[in-house]
């Protein structure tokens, strides 16, 4: 039993950072591993970055450099920090978990997801 809830979206400049959380409940988190991905109006879900149960992770070519994940077990929280963000990158973002243990791109091998939480960012 996993619930997640993402926190931290919202209206930026092009250029500016964000950092988004998810906090996950039960005792289990350290085990999963974690991922963000993001969907724009009429558009189709994609990944964004990924971290394993060890701290492996995976990130999208068109993120990579600019966003970092990272996660917390004693806190049972998973974060993105987004740097110099650009109008693409305008989505509702999601937090999911995987009991494979792997940082997958694969939506598929999520079985958990939270609400998702919007980020804006405006020319």
């Known amino acids: 039993q996993v619930q997640l809830v993402e926190s931290g979206g919202g209206l930026v400049q092009a250029g500016g950072s964000l950092r988004l959380s998810c906090a996950a409940s039960?005792?289990?988190?350290?085990?999963?591993?974690m991922g963000w991905f993001r969907q724009a109006p009429g558009k189709e879900r994609e990944f964004v970055a990924a971290?394993?149960?060890?701290?492996?992770?995976n990130y999208a070519d068109s993120v990579k450099g600019r966003f970092t994940i990272s996660r917390d077990n004693a806190k049972n929280t998973v974060y993105l920090q987004m740097n110099s963000l650009k109008p693409e990158d305008t989505a509702v973002y999601y937090c999911?978990?995987?009991?494979?243990?792997?940082?997958?791109?694969?939506?598929?091998?999520?079985?958990?997801w939270g609400q998702g939480t919007q980020v804006t960012v405006s020319s």
């Open positions: 999911a978990a995987s009991w494979g243990g792997r940082p997958t791109v694969r939506a598929g091998e999520y079985a958990y």
């Open positions: 971290i394993s149960w060890s701290g492996s992770t």
């Open positions: 039960g005792r289990t988190f350290s085990s999963a591993a």
